[in-house]
């Protein structure tokens, strides 16, 4: 079946520009996280989706940053006046869960680079 | 505060040989998930494998096997008679075992190279 899918794979933007950035979960797929990975690195949470509501926005860097899930499917991730230091590849994962199976399924990702 | 390391930053080996992938990890929880995933140059994350912390069986799968050892905080990876097509970044995670938000904690990654 289709996987979790990510538009756009990448996004070239100048700094202070807003971007938006869009998860699509694997159907049926209650949970959705983001996660940020940075060159060299392993992927660093930022922000839990149970539903429409975000259960856990912990982990988001700043203001500048926020996510939503309206109708508990599609996910956009929005980052205003970007930095130069928020380039690197966004990653979207939605998370199955059925008895003692409990696994996130990561989508390909969208590289951003702000110039 | 929870925390994996993998120690190994890149790792190149000749195609046949077998490799080991070390993944050390902290936790102040008694229960808790411990994952692999591989990232190949395509960038897209694929899991491989999920073990509970009160399961420390280790586990063959094919050419892969994992050796969790709760004594030592590890969970190593081993690929037996690599491939090329091996090659990837291969990553280690934790997330905490209790329901609702279970973010995973990702070590940096270990870059293996399987040469021809």
């Known amino acids: 079946g289709a996987g979790v899918s990510q538009t756009p794979s990448n996004k070239v933007t100048e700094k202070g520009k807003y971007v938006e950035l869009r998860c699509d979960p694997i159907?049926?797929?209650?949970?959705l996280y983001w996660y940020r990975q940075s060159l060299g690195q392993g992927p660093e949470f930022l922000i839990y989706?149970?539903?429409?509501?975000?259960?856990?926005d912990s982990g988001l860097p700043n203001d500048r940053f926020f996510a939503v899930r309206p109708e508990g499917s599609v996910s956009t991730l929005k980052i205003q006046r970007t930095e130069r230091g928020d380039s690197a590849v966004y990653l979207c994962?939605?998370?199955?869960?059925?008895?003692?199976?409990?696994?996130?399924?990561f989508g390909p990702g969208t590289r951003l680079t702000v110039l | 505060a929870q925390k994996v390391t993998q120690a190994q930053t890149e790792i190149s080996v000749v195609e046949k040989e077998d490799v080991t992938l070390d993944c050390v990890y902290e936790?102040?929880?008694?229960?808790?998930?411990l994952f692999w995933y591989k990232q190949p140059p395509s960038g897209e994350l694929v899991f491989l494998i999920r073990?509970?912390?009160?399961?420390?069986q280790n586990e063959i799968s094919g050419r892969y096997s994992w050796n969790f050892q709760k004594s030592t905080s590890s969970f190593n990876f081993t690929i037996t008679a690599s491939q090329v097509v091996d090659s990837a970044v291969y990553f280690c995670a934790l997330s905490e075992a209790r329901s609702g938000n279970t973010p995973l904690v990702f070590g940096k990654g270990t870059r293996l190279s399987v040469i021809a």
């Open positions: 159907s049926g797929h209650t949970a």
């Open positions: 073990r509970n912390s009160f399961d420390e």
């Open positions: 936790t102040r929880d008694t229960t808790y998930y």
């Open positions: 989706f149970q539903g429409t509501g975000a259960a856990d």
């Open positions: 994962a939605s998370r199955w869960t059925s008895g003692s199976v409990d696994t996130q399924y």
